[in-house]
């Protein structure tokens, strides 16, 4: 879906792009324990959510343990609270660990307001997720 909106301003035109991929950045990246990072950056919206939850799906067909990094995201809405009880989910039924850093107001308070924090497997930063579940992989009773 791309989007653009031209509106008067002064005498010249502004342009706003509403495509998910102006919206969110997900970077990726293999840890030396083997461990899936998916680094998102930007705003987890409607119009974004689809693109997030499909990078994740993807990265649960063959990782063992993958860690969700929030950290740079600056609004996480219901839509994206809803992506991640779902791949939670999914990484459940796969056997897969699941980590998720949120150290920052804008991801930390929605999982507050929300109950999440006590679904979701958080963290603040990525050592500590990858400490975690490799812990989890090597140990089925270890909590973090």
Known sequence: MHTELTSAAGSRAVQASTRPTDLLAIAEWTA???A??????????TSSCSVLHDRIDEQLRSAHHLVL????????CAAGLTVLVVVRERAQLRGTVLCVVARTRPVRLPLII???TGVLDLHLDVDEALACGRSRLTSEDAVC
């Open 69 to 76: 990094d929030l950290g740079e995201v600056d609004l996480l």
């Open 32 to 34: 030396p324990t083997g």
């Open 114 to 116: 929300t109950g999440l």
């Open 36 to 45: 899936v990072v998916l680094a998102v950056h930007g705003e987890v919206d």
